[in-house]
Structures are given as structure tokens and as C-alpha cells.
């Protein structure tokens, strides 16, 4: 990550408030996810294995996209500093390696690339004992909002 991008952003960045969030009425609520932590150099999400899984009882691998998607989007979100500027996704990459059955998965998405009108993050997902369960690279461009 670029010296000049860091010095844009303090320490208590304005997208701190999303901590603790689970925006309701979205895909991150009907999950369950909930954001643990949310800076320029690290966004970690979570949600919980039961009611993500598959019929035969494991994590859903699509479930588990929604979360690297999710934690990735909203990383790139601290990018923004205006409110005429969206985060779309544009590309993702997950490689599936552990399955997971119970308790809760955890998202970090660290920062590969941060430009003016696209990022890449890469993202960690690990279960509650630190077992690296799937591994994501999404892209996501910065564009302007559209006229209501």
C-alpha cells in the first residue's frame, strides 16, 4: 500500500462506524455476516457456518464467495471519499481448500492494489481455530453513482 494513500486516512477513518454493523435488509443480514473490523489496511467479516451449508451439512462454497465478496467490497469501500462514488465488483477468484461445519468463519481482506478507479484485495477465510478454509482475490472498480 502507497505512503500517499495511507496519509489520506487517519486512524479513526471515517468507515469505522460499519463495525458492528449488519445492514439489514441485505444479503449480509440474511447470512448473518457482521463486520468485526473495517480500516484502509484490513476489513475482517464474519458469519456463521449453520444456515450457510449445504444439504449435507458444510459450508457452502457459494456462501463462502458471499463472504470474501462482502469483506473485499466493503475493504474497497474505504477508498471512497466522496458521496458520489460506488464499489461494484468486477471479478473474483476463491479457491476452496477445508470444509467447515459448525461455529463461525472469518473474512480479512488486506489491500493488493488501491487506485483511483479500481482495487484488488486479497482474503483470508479461516474458521475459529485459525484453519485457513478458503483463500479469494476480488476486484472492484470505483465508478460513479448514478443519477435517481
Given at each position: 500500500m502507497s505512503e500517499k494513500h495511507s496519509a489520506k486516512h487517519s486512524p479513526d477513518s471515517l468507515?469505522?462506524?460499519a463495525v458492528g454493523l449488519t445492514?439489514?435488509?441485505?444479503?449480509m443480514?440474511?447470512?448473518?455476516?457482521?463486520v468485526l473490523e473495517h480500516r484502509v489496511e484490513r476489513t475482517v467479516v464474519r458469519m456463521p457456518v449453520a444456515g450457510n451449508t449445504q444439504r449435507v451439512g458444510i459450508l457452502h462454497g457459494g456462501a463462502t464467495a458471499a463472504l470474501a465478496e462482502t469483506a473485499g467490497s466493503l475493504a474497497a469501500?474505504?477508498?471512497?471519499?466522496?458521496?458520489?462514488?460506488?464499489?461494484?465488483?468486477?471479478?473474483?477468484?476463491?479457491?476452496?481448500?477445508?470444509?467447515a461445519r459448525e461455529g463461525m468463519v472469518t473474512a480479512t481482506a488486506v489491500p493488493e492494489h488501491?487506485?483511483?478507479?479500481?482495487?484488488?484485495h486479497l482474503v483470508r477465510i479461516e474458521d475459529?481455530?485459525?484453519?485457513?478454509?478458503?483463500?479469494?482475490?476480488?476486484?472492484?472498480?470505483?465508478?460513479?453513482?448514478?443519477a435517481e
Amino acid at each position: 500500500m502507497s505512503e500517499k494513500h495511507s496519509a489520506k486516512h487517519s486512524p479513526d477513518s471515517l468507515y469505522e462506524h460499519a463495525v458492528g454493523l449488519t445492514f439489514p435488509g441485505t444479503l449480509m443480514e440474511r447470512m448473518g455476516m457482521e463486520v468485526l473490523e473495517h480500516r484502509v489496511e484490513r476489513t475482517v467479516v464474519r458469519m456463521p457456518v449453520a444456515g450457510n451449508t449445504q444439504r449435507v451439512g458444510i459450508l457452502h462454497g457459494g456462501a463462502t464467495a458471499a463472504l470474501a465478496e462482502t469483506a473485499g467490497s466493503l475493504a474497497a469501500s474505504t477508498t471512497v471519499t466522496d458521496d458520489h462514488t460506488i464499489v461494484v465488483g468486477v471479478e473474483l477468484s476463491i479457491s476452496h481448500l477445508r470444509t467447515a461445519r459448525e461455529g463461525m468463519v472469518t473474512a480479512t481482506a488486506v489491500p493488493e492494489h488501491l487506485g483511483r478507479t479500481s482495487t484488488v484485495h486479497l482474503v483470508r477465510i479461516e474458521d475459529e481455530k485459525g484453519r485457513l478454509i478458503s483463500t479469494a482475490r476480488i476486484s472492484n472498480r470505483l465508478i460513479p453513482r448514478r443519477a435517481e
